[in-house]
């Protein structure tokens, strides 16, 4: 079964960090470009990091720059995001999905569609 599952949510305080991981089963992530999404209640999804899958173009939304890191482990099969210094405004429904294998033009670029797998998300709360 091909799927997408995320893990590593949960309830920190600000300031606080999480890392969130996206691991493939039924397919590699070697040749996919990968992008993390949130989704706060009320809101929009928003693209918040993207990878390619060289690893040599990355994304960050400009409110995840300098706290926010993705990567990726090609031997697990996985992608992570590491988020530090987290705000309450980072409480969402994280997602990770495949997105576009290029050609980039731009470092958004690789968070563009098409989006052929979604994981189930997993959801960050940044509460005192």
């Known amino acids: 079964q091909v799927q997408l599952v995320e893990s590593g949510g949960g309830l920190v305080q600000p300031g606080g960090s999480l890392r969130l991981s996206c691991a493939a089963s039924?397919?590699?992530?070697?040749?996919?470009?990968i992008g993390w999404f949130r989704q706060a209640p009320g809101k929009e999804r928003e693209g918040v990091s993207c990878?390619?899958?060289?690893?040599?173009?990355?994304y960050y939304a400009n409110s995840v720059k300098g706290r926010f890191t993705i990567s990726r482990d090609s031997a697990k099969n996985t992608v992570y995001l590491q988020m530090n210094s987290l705000k309450p405004e980072d409480t969402a429904v994280y997602y990770c999905?495949?997105?576009?294998?290029?050609?980039?033009?731009?470092?958004?670029?690789?968070?563009?569609?098409?989006?052929?797998?979604w994981g189930q998300g997993t959801q960050v709360t940044v509460s005192s």
């Open positions: 999905a495949t997105t576009s294998p290029g050609p980039y033009y731009s470092d958004y670029d690789v968070c563009r569609g098409p989006y052929r797998y």
């Open positions: 039924g397919f590699t992530l070697n040749y996919d470009a």
């Open positions: 990878i390619s899958s060289s690893s040599r173009r990355t």
